[in-house]
């Protein structure tokens, strides 16, 4: 007989996992730091840029989602606590989901539907659950574009009427 064979049964006690919310610093990089990138690159872009572009295009949402991609190595380095030669992963993803919110803001007013207002909604609803995941870059980038995205669009009212 085995020393396993001698031994009673293990009975493994249900420890309730620990439910916390998020910090201060996880809602700054995930949510604050995104949407405020995006409500000054917009404002900035409707307040010297747009009076210049003959077609009016970009626009200050799109212009902030372009800036995003450019600078997304950055965002990478600064917002994700991923290695940096996964940059090219948020880089994907930011190009995904942006290229997305750049032809949705090419529709007009269709557009203030799936890019402000469903945009609203699924960012809010990820902002809620997916700050307790450790993400991979390509879904941190869909997060932090989502946010630049919700910025722009504040921004760029902000500024176009004011």
Not at 55 to 61: F, S, T, V
Not at 124 to 134: D, E, L, M, P, Y
Request: charged fraction near 10%.
């Amino acid at each position: 007989m085995s020393e396993a064979s001698d031994a009673g049964p293990v009975v493994d006690e249900l420890v309730p996992p620990i439910v916390r919310s998020a910090t201060w610093e996880e809602t700054w990089i995930n949510v604050t730091a995104p949407a405020l990138f995006g409500l000054i690159v917009a404002g900035i872009w409707q307040w010297k840029i747009q009076s210049m572009l003959p077609w009016g295009l970009p626009n200050p949402i799109q212009g902030a989602l372009l800036v995003m991609l450019l600078l997304s190595p950055l965002f990478h380095y600064f917002l994700t606590d991923q290695p940096m030669n996964r940059w090219t992963e948020y880089a994907l993803g930011v190009a995904i989901l942006g290229g997305f919110f750049i032809v949705v803001w090419l529709m007009g007013v269709g557009g203030f539907v799936c890019g402000g207002y469903i945009a609203a909604i699924v960012w809010v609803a990820i902002s809620t659950s997916w700050w307790r995941f450790h993400l991979p870059p390509f879904r941190s980038a869909l997060w932090h574009t989502l946010g630049v995205n919700m910025g722009a669009f504040g921004g760029a009212f902000l500024v176009f009427f004011w």
